[in-house]
């Protein structure tokens, strides 16, 4: 048996999220990025696969570097093969990236030490046109980046983000090691502004949560320590607006930093 790690892209807009859902819309399988993907990979393996994902993305949600590994029957065919048979049956919303082999106890959601995300938003007098909406936020104001910064700047090591879950969210604890968290311009967009951050993990809609509370608040003219005082309440209701899918991107997965479990 050969361990495949992919790096997975997809345009999230019509999937309801990465994670198989096989009795989820009144018993019947909703599309999934997993769904699709493990019914390829059985396809052109003739056997039943089970696809581990380093991130479970929400509906709408998108992805530019997604990692996920499978354990191959077939030692024959080279990772780099599956690159090519795997687009050549995937809907066009998916594709594979590349294709590697990893260690057979390698394990994408475990082995991976941060997850990055980025956020786009689009601002000014000029909507976008109605195709890109469906990869970015549009606010027809501008946005403070200097007071975006300051606010983001409280994103920073051990934190219990229970302001920003949602409800329903069944993680164990709410607390989540965040690496770096900024906003900065867009280097190849114009008026567009990108929000990064990575942590060792996130709570359900939880960037979606902070970018649209962010972002209130900017349009409130408030302090940057109103965010901290959010923040610190662990309450739910202190949270603000929660930012459409259509701005978020699961941009890469990181495996060789410090494995934290908080």
Do not use: C
């Given at each position: 048996m050969t361990n495949v790690l992919l790096s997975i892209s997809y345009d999230g807009s019509d999937f309801c999220g990465w994670q198989r859902q096989d009795k989820s819309d009144g018993g019947e399988p909703v599309r999934t990025v997993q769904?699709?993907?493990?019914?390829?990979?059985?396809?052109?393996?003739?056997?039943?696969?089970?696809?581990?994902?380093?991130?479970?993305?929400?509906?709408?949600?998108?992805?530019?570097?997604?990692?996920?590994?499978?354990?191959?029957?077939?030692?024959?065919?080279?990772?780099s093969?599956?690159?090519?048979?795997?687009?050549?049956?995937?809907?066009?919303?998916?594709?594979?990236?590349?294709?590697?082999?990893?260690?057979?106890?390698?394990?994408?959601?475990?082995?991976?030490?941060?997850?990055?995300?980025?956020?786009?938003?689009?601002?000014?007098?000029?909507?976008?046109?109605?195709?890109?909406?469906?990869?970015l936020w549009y606010q027809?104001?501008?946005?403070?980046?200097?007071?975006?910064?300051?606010?983001?700047?409280?994103?920073?090591?051990?934190i219990d983000c229970a302001t920003f879950s949602a409800a329903g969210d069944q993680s164990l604890s709410t607390r989540r090691y965040i690496d770096r968290a900024g906003f900065f311009p867009a280097p190849d967009r114009e008026n567009?502004?990108?929000?990064?951050?990575?942590?060792?993990?996130?709570?359900?809609?939880?960037?979606?949560?902070?970018?649209g509370t962010f972002v209130q608040l900017d349009m409130q003219g408030a302090a940057p320590a109103v965010f901290k005082e959010i923040l610190d309440s662990r309450n739910r209701q202190r949270a603000l607006m929660t930012a459409p899918p259509t701005g978020l991107f699961l941009w890469d997965i990181r495996f060789d930093g410090i494995r934290r479990h908080v």
């Open positions: 769904g699709e993907l493990e019914t390829a990979l059985a396809k052109m393996l003739k056997a039943p696969v089970k696809l581990y994902g380093s991130g479970r993305t929400d509906s709408g949600v998108h992805a530019r570097a997604q990692k996920a590994n499978f354990l191959s029957p077939f030692d024959a065919i080279p990772p093969g599956y690159v090519r048979a795997l687009n050549g049956i995937l809907p066009r919303d998916i594709r594979i990236q590349s294709a590697q082999p990893v260690p057979e106890t390698f394990n994408a959601r475990f082995d991976a030490t941060s997850r990055i995300y980025r956020y786009f938003i689009r601002t000014g007098t000029t909507p976008p046109f109605a195709s890109e909406t469906r990869y027809p104001r501008e946005l403070n980046l200097t007071r975006l910064n300051e606010m983001a700047a409280f994103l920073s090591g051990e567009t502004l990108i929000f990064e951050i990575e942590a060792n993990a996130f709570l359900w809609k939880m960037i979606r949560s902070l970018v």
